[in-house]
């Protein structure tokens, strides 16, 4: 479960059949403290690579653009592939089984 902001605009393609696939980058951040001893501990922001498939893909591409906080529920799936120069290279993706879109309308870009 991930809550976070759309770090740009969604890619969607279509695949097999018009299956929709979407694509986007989802930044979450962990708040920076200070610890009893005057320690600044900043902010901290990771970021996830959020594969939707299907009806979710078809949402994404109508109503999320970059900015938006959503909330993600899904699963991890790593994969690996060669690059260009043909060293290995590994991903780690959430493959999302549900979606929450949390940026009020009158906020969100049409």
Avoid: C, F, S
Wanted: charged share 25%.
């Amino acid at each position: 479960m991930l809550i976070g902001n759309v770090g740009a605009d969604p890619e969607v393609r279509y695949v097999d059949q018009g299956v929709a696939v979407a694509r986007l980058r989802l930044a979450t951040t962990e708040r920076g403290y200070t610890l009893q001893n005057g320690t600044q501990v900043p902010d901290r922001t990771d970021w996830h690579n959020v594969i939707l498939w299907r009806r979710l893909a078809e949402v994404v591409e109508k109503y999320v653009h970059k900015g938006d906080k959503l909330y993600i529920e899904g699963r991890l799936r790593y994969t690996a592939y060669d690059n260009k120069q043909g060293q290995r290279q590994y991903a780690t993706e959430i493959w999302a089984d549900n979606m929450e879109m949390l940026t009020p309308k009158n906020t969100a870009q049409d």
